[in-house]
């Protein structure tokens, strides 16, 4: 079997350029298929940047949104940023970090904004809001510090008299509690109370899920539901409705608490869980070609802020084609072989010259 | 009279569900060598002047037609999204802030790339370098539950794929430009030389030498 004929490093271009005339690409298949490595690459190259994800409606927003406010002579911000706020008068100071995603200020929307200060008056009240694929730190003038999920709303009040400390919850947030003797940190989700003094523990309660979670990483912690207290040590989770706390299984401290470590960690979870996870953190719809592949279960680890890398890393773990539709993300099936199947540009000019075909 | 190089639909309807009707765009290709721009087809004029008249069903088409594309390049540039959207963002807000007198030179799409690139280059001399993003595959990752056929095959393509990107990564940002404008795009040395601001003739001969290149961690033989 005779050897193909070496391209030269122009057709080779022209080829990965797609601008090769039909025979010119017969000639580089040929090639290709004794040389693999190189069908590898030009695939590749042909996909490039593919996977990274483009908040296209996102940024059109957020410009629009300024050319408006320009307009008014509001100054609208255009990317995230971290800011100190003093409070006149004394009382609760808060710290409040963004997360490294894009934001959009919806105007009028109470809870829409990452962002939200009313003057204070006694008793301290304060809201603060994430939406889909943020994270906030909100640092008390106590010293407690916050940790907020995505679409995560908290309503902190601070009795300025007593120190007492009062956080209503809609959403996923870590709690790292300064001690204050005689004043109680309550977190409030619902009809249930989590009491502390002094501790690190996670609560978990969205809005649209009747069961929270609550896991303790030091200290200790007493829940309260449907008049029954259960109080939770160090290293100790309980699930909870607002009428029932829970013994649950399989439940790991680091699977709901990594995030606070900028880690999302999935230990034989389901796909279709991860894919809930990583829409609740990332922002991304993801929807599954393949339905079945929902069940399926997988351990992996995700690095949260990095968006593109944790696209790539889905793409491999479930061997799939991503295509993005803004924020919906339809993953397909890949192909399991590499084929010499050129793929074609959405147009083709047709050429007249007489190229070299492989000397 | 030269041939056609790229067409590219664009329509000017605004469809009902948001999203315009892509335009027609036809690239007036010169000769292959000269470093001459290229002319800015009959199309690009009239959505030009419909941007400069403030027409802003005609800028979001544009925004949503290009913003994709140029973000991924610029990615190439800056290696990071966040910074690839911004950089990208403030092209458009410039030409929407300036459209009363916006004149692109040459094609629009062109013009884009090339305001992409430059704007990338301010972004780059303003802010720390972000970590480098591990775009592609080569990561070893627990396999699913069930048992998993062509898991080799995927793992040899993985560890192809990442040495290519390793080469890449590792070429001079205007190289690294030229082959994703021509490999990714598919654009014409004209095209690309019109955009980084080199002589198409130098572009062609990056592109090889980079081919060559390829060739120490692809293998294979190349005349």
């Known amino acids: 079997m005779l050897n193909p004929t070496p391209p030269s490093s122009e057709l080779l271009d022209r080829y990965l350029a797609r601008r090769c005339s039909a025979a010119e690409e017969d000639v580089v298949r040929l090639w290709l298929a004794s040389n693999p490595a190189w069908a590898v690459a030009a695939d590749a190259v042909g996909q490039w940047n593919d996977t990274v994800p483009v908040a296209t409606n996102a940024r059109l927003a957020a410009l629009k949104a300024m050319v408006d406010a320009e307009r008014t002579a509001l100054a609208v911000p255009s990317k995230p940023r971290a800011f100190t706020r003093g409070v006149p008068g004394g009382g609760s100071r808060a710290r409040f970090l963004y997360s490294a995603a894009a934001l959009v200020v919806a105007a009028g929307a109470v809870f829409g904004a990452a962002r939200l200060f009313r003057p204070h008056a006694a008793p301290e009240s304060r809201v603060y809001a994430t939406q889909a694929g943020q994270r906030a730190l909100v640092e008390l003038a106590d010293g407690s510090r916050l940790q907020l999920a995505p679409r995560t709303t908290v309503r902190v009040d601070v009795d300025p008299s007593t120190g007492a400390r009062d956080v209503t919850l809609v959403g996923e947030a870590q709690f790292d509690v300064a001690p204050h003797a005689n004043a109680p940190f309550v977190v409030r989700t619902g009809l249930v109370t989590t009491r502390v003094l002094g501790t690190t523990f996670a609560v978990r309660r969205y809005a649209d899920d009747p069961v929270g979670q609550v896991v303790v990483t030091s200290g200790k912690v007493a829940v309260t539901a449907n008049g029954a207290t259960t109080t939770l040590a160090a290293g100790m989770a309980r699930a909870f409705t607002d009428s029932l706390i829970a013994l649950t299984d399989s439940l790991t401290d680091a699977a709901y608490t990594d995030w606070a470590h900028g880690r999302l960690v999935f230990t034989h979870a389901r796909v279709s869980v991860v894919l809930a996870r990583l829409k609740q953190w990332y922002g991304y719809d993801f929807r599954l070609a393949d339905p079945a592949m929902g069940a399926e279960y997988v351990t992996t680890t995700f690095t949260l802020g990095e968006t593109t890398q944790m696209m790539q890393r889905l793409k491999n773990l479930l061997s799939v084609r991503m295509e993005f539709d803004d924020s919906v993300v339809t993953l397909r099936p890949a192909r399991e072989s590499v084929t010499l199947e050129r793929r074609t540009a959405p147009v083709r000019p047709v050429l007249s010259s007489s190229s070299e075909v492989g000397r | ?223």
């Open chain 2, 1 to 223: 009279m030269a041939e056609p190089a790229v067409e590219l639909w664009f329509g000017g309807s605004h469809a009902d569900d948001g999203h315009a009707e892509p335009w027609r765009r036809v690239v007036a290709r010169g000769n292959a060598g000269e470093s001459s721009p290229v002319e800015r087809p009959a199309e690009d004029d009239a959505l030009v002047a419909r941007v400069r008249a403030g027409d802003g069903v005609a800028f979001d088409a544009l925004f949503r037609e290009e913003f994709p594309g140029l973000v991924r390049f610029a990615v190439v540039l800056l290696q990071s999204v966040a910074l690839a959207e911004e950089a990208t963002a403030e092209v458009f807000l410039r030409i929407w802030r300036g459209r009363e007198t916006w004149e692109p030179r040459g094609p629009v799409r062109a013009y884009l790339f090339r305001a992409v690139r430059n704007q990338a280059a301010n972004t780059r001399r303003g802010e720390a370098r972000s970590l480098t993003l591990p775009q592609r595959a080569g990561d070893t990752i627990p396999g699913m539950g069930a048992p998993d056929v062509g898991v080799d095959a995927r793992v040899e393509r993985a560890e192809i794929e990442q040495a290519l990107w390793a080469a890449i990564d590792a070429l001079p940002e205007a190289r690294r430009a030229a082959a994703y404008l021509r490999w990714r795009e598919g654009m014409e040395y004209e095209e690309i030389a019109a955009i980084t601001g080199q002589q198409a003739v130098a572009v062609k001969k990056q592109l090889n030498r980079i081919v060559i290149a390829l060739r120490d961690v692809l293998g294979g033989t190349i005349e």
